[in-house]
């Protein structure tokens, strides 16, 4: 195998055309700045996707089987006042790189609300 290949990833055909026939825009700058903090990355992609398709405000659970710490895979919090924790501070570093983002976490804490929103900003996607 040539040093070209060693550290590349290969995707199907069929996974290239759902990708590129399906696109999220994802703010390209905010990637790299998080590139060293994976969990807050992951709440980032994560929420630039959630925010692109809601149609309205949107309440996801925080814990249990459907809930946010299973989604961005961080259910090795099993206290729940954990989770809470760490999330409002990574809403925190997103809100300073996305200051537009609408996600919150609803007054009881048991859920992240979310509404329509675009994580590029309007300038970069007429650049792009």
């Not at 990833?9 to 696109?23: A, G, K, M, W």
């Not at 999220?24 to 994976?38: H, R, S």
Request: proline share 6%; hydrophobic share 45%; charged share 20%.
């Amino acid at each position: 195998m040539s040093d070209e290949f060693e550290n590349s990833i290969v995707l199907s055909d069929q996974f290239y055309q759902e990708i590129t026939s399906h696109p999220i825009p994802a703010d390209l700058e905010a990637v790299k700045v998080l590139a060293g903090a994976p969990a807050v990355l992951d709440l980032f992609m994560w929420l630039s996707y959630r925010c692109f398709r809601a149609k309205g405000e949107e309440a996801i659970p925080l814990l249990g089987p459907q809930g946010l710490a299973c989604q961005i895979g961080s259910v090795e919090y099993a206290r729940p006042r954990r989770f809470r924790e760490k999330l409002e501070q990574w809403l925190k570093f997103i809100h300073v790189l996305w200051p537009e983002c609408p996600a919150r976490i609803n007054s009881d804490g048991n859920s992240l609300l979310v509404n329509q929103a675009c994580a590029v900003h309007e300038l970069q996607r007429a650049a792009g």
